[in-house]
């Protein structure tokens, strides 16, 4: 069973700052998976990344994926409170298709 | 509707009640899913239906019975519930049942036991 660790488990940052968040595992993932969960609502995808030192943007948010596959990274440029959630990552185990969620960071902006 | 659905939004029962969870999905979706998230913990997948036939139960205990009727709903039956049971029941689908595939969640149960 390979287990996501997600840190810091929680996070309260004012507006405009950056942060990173990370996501560990000691095993190897064939697609990782960013969500982000508000408040009385179901997690969102944000982005899968399925190659190992990939990186991706969308918009403030940059991913990462480790080179080898085992790690991911989210960088937030410029927070601001709507970015206020529960940021969840998701591993699809390498050997066996199982899907793993980690605990999650919450992630607090304060205006 | 649009997207995943779920009912009731919150529900509180005893220990010696049965009540059901309902999820619909309006997507087209060939995949449907029912996860636990308890405080602090990590999302824990609990049945797994692709083409309307059970592909997965992780381990869950018999006073959890899932239903999937037909592509679009998906209830979870519950009986004699644990207090350790308090926790939000997430239905999700996908376009098939490969875990790679982006899941779309409904807005979850809040299910308190007494």
Known sequence: ?111 | ETGVTQTPRHLVMGMTNKKSLKCEQHLGHNAMYWYKQSAKKPLELMFVYSLEERVENNSVPSRFSPECPNSSHLFLHLHTLQPEDSALYLCASSQDGDRRTEQYFGPGTRLTVT
């Open chain 1, 1 to 111: 069973t390979q287990l996501l660790e997600q840190s810091p488990q929680f996070l309260s940052i004012q507006e405009g700052e950056n942060l990173t968040v990370y996501c560990n595992s000691s095993s190897v993932f064939s697609s990782l998976q960013w969500y982000r969960q508000e408040p009385g609502e179901g997690p969102v995808l944000l982005v899968t990344v399925v190659t190992g030192g990939e990186v991706k943007k969308l918009k403030r948010l940059t991913f990462q994926f480790g080179d080898a596959r085992k790690d991911s990274s989210l960088h937030i440029t410029a927070a601001q409170p709507g970015d206020t959630g529960l940021y969840l990552c998701a591993g699809v185990a390498y050997n066996n298709n199982d899907m793993r969620f980690g605990a999650g960071t919450r992630l607090t902006v304060k205006p």
